[in-house]
């Protein structure tokens, strides 16, 4: 059975940073791209980060580009996202995803990497305020 559990959402304030953890199981974690979506009230669900299997090639939506990182740990099958300066704008549900299509563009590489399938995770709360 798969799961993809998230954590570490919680109330914090602008300009405060919090690591939200992923962790995967029941499926093969190294061959999936990871992301982490976020979705507020009233809004459509966005990707907010991703990453690639393997090497581990990021893309980053620009509202969190230079504040947010995701990276991976294959050996533990968790998908981290640290997140800084963050911002009210911020405040969302946060959900990790395996296998959605990223596309990575990196200087002269480009890519797309996606899975046949997907999963989601329930989700984690992060409101940002003051």
């Known amino acids: 059975q798969v799961h993809l559990i998230e954590s570490g959402g919680c109330l914090v304030q602008p300009g405060d940073s919090l690591r939200l953890s992923c962790a995967a199981s029941?499926?093969?974690?190294?061959?999936?791209?990871m992301s982490w979506y976020r979705q507020s009230p009233g809004k459509e669900r966005e990707l907010v980060a991703g990453?690639?299997?393997?090497?581990?090639?990021?893309t980053y939506a620009d509202s969190v580009k230079g504040r947010f990182t995701i990276s991976r740990d294959n050996s533990k099958k968790t998908v981290a996202l640290q997140m800084r300066n963050l911002k009210q704008d911020d405040t969302a549900v946060y959900f990790c995803?395996?296998?959605?299509?990223?596309?990575?563009?990196?200087?002269?590489?480009?890519?797309?990497?996606?899975?046949?399938?997907?999963?989601w995770g329930q989700g984690t709360q992060v409101t940002v305020s003051s």
């Open positions: 029941g499926f093969t974690f190294d061959n999936y791209p």
């Open positions: 990453i690639s299997k393997g090497v581990g090639w990021t």
């Open positions: 995803n395996a296998g959605s299509e990223i596309t990575i563009n990196s200087g002269d590489l480009t890519f797309t990497e996606r899975h046949e399938s997907e999963y």
